[in-house]
C-alpha cells in the first residue's frame, strides 16, 4: 500500500504531494496524521490518498516511520484546505497545516463528558424573542444560508446566541464562538460562561501550549461542546458543528496577516456549507459587502431594532473645530466638550474619551527647516511617547526607540515642536482641566495583558475612574452603566487614507465609541469633534444612520468597481535594495497585463519603507475567484505577498 501525503508546511509550489510506501503493521486512512523523513528531516504531513500500486520509479520510495494516533484530518477539511490553497494563493501544506493540532501527540482524554448544566438564561425581549424563534427554525434546515444578525450596541445579540446554542446542543451538536480578540470581549464570554459552565473551551493568544492542546482536544474529541475564541478557534476540525458563531464580524481582526492569508468570515462560509451548519453572523455595523449579500439576498437577514430594556441611542453633537479657532480656543478639548464633561463630572457620572491615535504626538518637526524625525528603519515619522522612564521617540512599525532631539539634526536649530496629538496628550490636558478627575488612559502601553484589562474593567464598573481616555480599545464589547458622556475628540484619524475602505472604518469606529454612552437608567450623550463635519462618515455616524450610510457607500463603489462588485488582490514586494522591489513589482505588473487582468498600479505603497525593507505593491480587481490567469501569476512569482481580499492596502 502507498499513500500519497501532503506535508504540513510550505515545500514547493510545482509539487505539493509526496508518496511513501505504508508498513504492513500499520492502521492508516485518508486523513491520518504520519510521521516521515523528507531530505534530512523528519516532518509531519496528512494523509490524502491510498494507492494499491503506482507506477514505477527510478528512486527508492521511503517508508512512512509513525502515525499520530488518535487523530484523523475529516476528509471535508482536506477539501476545505485545498479550497483556501487555490481562494487564498498559497501551497497545500500552508492550508492543511491550519487544522492541525498545536503539538502532534494527542492522547485521547478519558474525561467522561459532563451532563449540561444550564443557568442564569435570561428571559428574552418579545423582539428578541421572535427573532430567536426565526433562526432557530433556520438551524436544522437543508441548504441553509449564512445569516446576518443586525443590532445597535446594548440590543442583546448575545442572548440570541446562547438562546441558539442552547438549541444546539441538545440536538447532540456543537458551537463555535468567534469574538475578535478575548482581552476586549470579557462580557460576552463570562454569559456563555455563566451558562454553559465547563461545556466551554476557550481559546486565546495566552495560553501555555499544553493549555491551547487541551482546548483543541477538548472540542476535536467532543468533551465541550461549545468553543470560543478569535479566528484560530475556528480551525479545530469537528464533523459534529451546528452552528458558527462570528460575533463583530466588521472586525478586521478576523483576517489572518500571514500566508495563508485568509478570513475567517470566507472560511467560515465553507466549513458551514460542508456541515450543512448555520452560519451567524452579528453587528451593529456590518461590512458593506456583509449587507449588500444580505439586501441581495444570498445572506438571510434579521434586526434587533430596539436595545435592550428599549434604551434609546443618544444622538451625537458634532462640534466643528474651524470654529474653535475662531474662538481662539487651541485646546483639544472644545468648548462644548469641556461643558459636557464638567457637567457629566459633578453628577458624579462618568466619560469616555475616544482618540484613535497612540502616543503624546503624531511627529516632531524643526520650525527653522521643516525636518521630520523618522524612523531610520521605516522612513515614518516617530511618535512622541511620555513614559515613566522620560520622553522617548517610538516607531510603531518596527519597535524602534530614540530620545527626542534638542537640536535639529539637519540644520542644528533648537526650534523643536511636537505636531499633532495622541491619548497621551489627551490625558495630560484632562489632569489640567480636571485636577480632581479620576483620569485613566487605556492603550497598548496601559493595557498589556488580560489581567491589566481586567483590572480596569472592574476598576471602571465600580466607579474608581471618572475620565478613561482611549484608542479603540474602547470601542468594543464593554457595558458600564455609569458612562453617560462619550467624547471623539478627532474623528478625522483615518479619514483621509489611500483606502477604499477608510469612510467605512471610520463611520465604523465613530458609531461604536457612541454607543458606549447611555445604558439603564439614562440615555447618555456624544460629541464629536472634526474639522470635516459634512463627510459621510461624521453626518451618518452622529445620527447613527447605517442604513444612510450603506446606501451612498455601496453607490459609490458600484461606481469605482470595487467589493462587493468585484474581488481585490494585493500584491506587495519588500526588499532592503529598492531598484530590485521596483523591478519586481514592474514584472509582475507586465505579466498580468499580458494576461488582460485588470490592475491599479504599480506604485510605492504608503508605507514605503518598513523594517528596512522598501515596500512597493500593485491592485488587481477580478470578478471572480479563483481566478486561473492570476493562479497561473502567482505560481511564478511565489515568494512575494499575495494578498486576497484585504483589510489592509497601506
Not at 87 to 111: D, H, N, Q, W
Not at 364 to 374: A, K, N, T
Request: with cysteine; charged share 30%.
Amino acid at each position: 500500500m502507498y499513500a500519497e501525503i501532503i506535508p504540513d508546511k510550505r515545500t514547493g509550489f510545482l509539487k505539493e504531494s509526496f508518496t511513501y510506501k505504508v508498513p504492513v503493521s500499520f492502521d492508516i486512512k485518508i486523513g491520518s496524521l504520519v510521521k516521515v523523513s523528507f531530505g534530512k528531516k523528519i516532518i509531519v504531513g496528512v494523509v490524502t490518498r491510498l494507492m494499491k500500486e503506482i507506477a514505477p520509479v527510478k528512486y527508492e520510495i521511503k517508508e512512512i516511520k509513525e502515525v499520530v494516533p488518535d487523530f484523523n484530518l475529516p476528509e471535508s477539511y482536506i477539501e476545505i484546505a485545498r479550497w483556501i490553497s487555490e481562494y487564498y494563493l498559497c501551497s497545500l501544506g500552508e492550508a492543511i497545516a491550519l487544522f492541525l493540532p498545536p503539538e502532534m501527540k494527542i492522547p485521547r482524554k478519558t474525561v467522561a463528558k459532563e451532563s449540561m448544566k444550564l443557568n442564569h438564561v435570561k428571559k428574552l425581549s418579545t423582539e428578541q424573542e421572535e427573532i430567536f424563534q426565526k433562526i432557530n427554525k433556520k438551524l436544522f434546515a437543508k441548504n441553509k444560508k449564512p445569516a446576518l444578525l443586525c443590532g445597535v450596541t446594548g440590543s442583546g445579540k448575545t442572548e440570541i446566541y446562547i438562546k441558539l446554542a442552547e438549541e444546539v446542543i441538545k440536538n447532540n451538536k456543537q458551537v463555535i464562538v468567534l469574538v475578535p480578540e478575548i482581552m476586549l470581549t470579557p462580557q460576552n464570554i463570562e454569559r456563555f460562561r455563566e451558562v454553559f459552565g465547563d461545556q466551554v473551551a476557550l481559546v486565546h493568544s495566552n495560553l501555555s501550549k499544553s493549555e491551547r492542546l487541551n482546548a483543541y482536544k477538548d472540542f476535536y474529541f467532543g468533551t465541550k461542546n461549545i468553543i470560543i475564541g478569535p479566528r484560530s478557534a475556528l480551525l479545530v476540525p469537528s464533523e459534529n458543528i451546528g452552528l458558527i458563531i462570528i460575533d463583530e464580524e466588521h472586525e478586521d481582526a478576523y483576517k489572518q496577516d500571514k500566508s495563508p492569508r485568509y478570513n475567517a468570515i470566507t472560511l467560515a462560509e465553507q466549513i458551514a456549507k460542508h456541515d450543512d451548519a448555520l452560519l451567524l453572523l452579528g453587528s451593529a455595523t456590518p461590512q458593506v459587502e456583509t449587507y449588500y449579500k444580505a439586501e441581495s439576498g444570498e445572506y438571510d437577514y434579521f434586526e434587533v431594532k430596539n436595545r435592550y430594556h428599549a434604551l434609546i441611542l443618544p444622538p451625537a453633537e458634532v462640534v466643528d473645530l474651524r470654529e474653535e479657532i475662531k474662538k481662539d480656543n487651541f485646546s483639544p478639548i472644545s468648548i462644548k466638550l469641556h461643558d459636557e464633561i464638567e457637567k457629566t463630572l459633578k453628577a458624579k457620572r462618568q466619560v469616555l474619551l475616544f482618540l484613535n491615535r497612540r502616543g503624546s504626538s503624531t511627529f516632531v518637526s524643526c520650525r527653522e527647516c521643516g525636518e521630520v524625525i523618522e524612523c531610520k528603519n521605516c522612513n515614518i515619522p516617530l511618535i512622541h511617547h511620555h513614559s515613566y522612564k522620560g520622553d522617548i521617540l517610538y516607531c510603531h512599525h518596527c519597535d524602534y526607540k530614540t530620545l527626542p532631539p534638542t537640536k535639529c539634526p539637519e540644520c542644528g536649530s533648537a526650534k523643536i515642536k511636537y505636531f499633532g496629538a495622541g491619548v497621551e496628550k489627551i490625558e495630560q490636558e484632562i489632569i489640567k482641566l480636571f485636577p480632581k478627575a479620576r483620569v485613566k488612559r487605556v492603550d497598548a502601553e496601559t493595557i498589556t495583558n488580560k489581567d491589566d484589562h481586567q483590572k480596569f474593567y472592574d476598576d471602571f464598573k465600580n466607579h474608581k475612574i471618572d475620565v478613561v481616555i482611549g484608542t479603540q480599545m474602547i470601542a468594543k464589547g464593554f457595558d458600564i452603566p455609569g458612562v453617560d458622556l462619550v467624547g471623539i475628540v478627532s474623528a478625522d484619524v483615518g479619514l483621509h487614507l489611500p483606502h477604499f475602505r477608510a469612510g467605512e472604518k471610520t463611520f465604523r469606529i465613530l458609531t461604536q465609541v457612541s454607543g458606549r454612552s447611555g445604558r439603564r437608567d439614562n440615555s447618555g450623550r456624544t460629541v464629536i469633534q472634526t474639522y470635516w463635519p459634512d463627510s459621510k462618515a461624521v453626518r451618518f455616524a452622529s445620527g447613527h444612520d447605517f442604513k444612510g450610510f450603506y446606501e451612498r457607500e455601496i453607490k459609490d463603489r458600484q461606481e469605482s468597481h470595487y467589493p462587493p462588485f468585484t474581488h481585490i488582490v494585493r500584491v506587495v514586494v519588500e526588499d532592503a535594495d529598492e531598484k530590485k522591489a521596483k523591478n519586481s513589482i514592474s514584472d509582475i505588473a507586465a505579466d498580468l497585463r499580458a494576461e488582460n487582468i485588470d490592475l491599479i498600479g504599480p506604485g510605492k505603497c504608503f508605507y514605503q519603507k518598513l523594517r528596512n525593507k522598501y515596500r512597493y505593491h500593485l491592485l488587481i480587481k477580478t470578478e471572480k475567484l479563483p481566478n486561473e490567469k492570476i493562479t497561473k501569476i502567482f505560481i511564478k512569482h511565489p515568494y512575494v505577498t499575495w494578498d486576497v481580499d484585504p483589510t489592509e492596502l497601506l
